[in-house]
């Protein structure tokens, strides 16, 4: 059963960080895509950054600089570093695993910018 746990969202003031956890099962972890996605309301859903299965990475523009994506095989989990937040970051961050035809989705985690 292919399972995809986010965790780490939560409440942070302007300029601050957060580090979100996504922790992958039921399928072969190391061959997949790995890419973080989020949706705030009242908006599509979009992509925030990725990592490949060799570890290469991608960032939408508005993320560069500022989030990390990386990735533990041995651990079966990526993780989004989020540093120097901003108000419009406040969406629910979603984990998404893709391989060929196969894409799974996590439940999501709220991260919310305010002070």
């Known amino acids: 059963q292919v399972q995809l746990v986010e965790s780490g969202g939560g409440l942070v003031q302007p300029g601050g960080s957060l580090r979100l956890s996504c922790a992958a099962s039921g399928f072969t972890f190391s061959s997949y895509v790995m890419s973080w996605y989020h949706q705030a309301p009242g908006k599509e859903r979009e992509l925030v950054a990725t990592?490949?299965?060799?570890?290469?990475?991608y960032y939408t523009d508005s993320m560069k600089g500022r989030f990390t994506i990386s990735r533990d095989n041995a651990k079966n989990t990526v993780y989004l570093q989020m540093n120097s937040l901003k108000p419009e970051d406040t969406a629910v961050y979603y984990c998404?695993?893709?391989?060929?035809?196969?894409?799974?989705w996590g439940q999501g985690t709220q991260v919310t910018v305010s002070s």
């Open positions: 998404n695993a893709k391989y060929g035809v196969h894409r799974h």
């Open positions: 990592i490949t299965s060799a570890g290469y990475t």
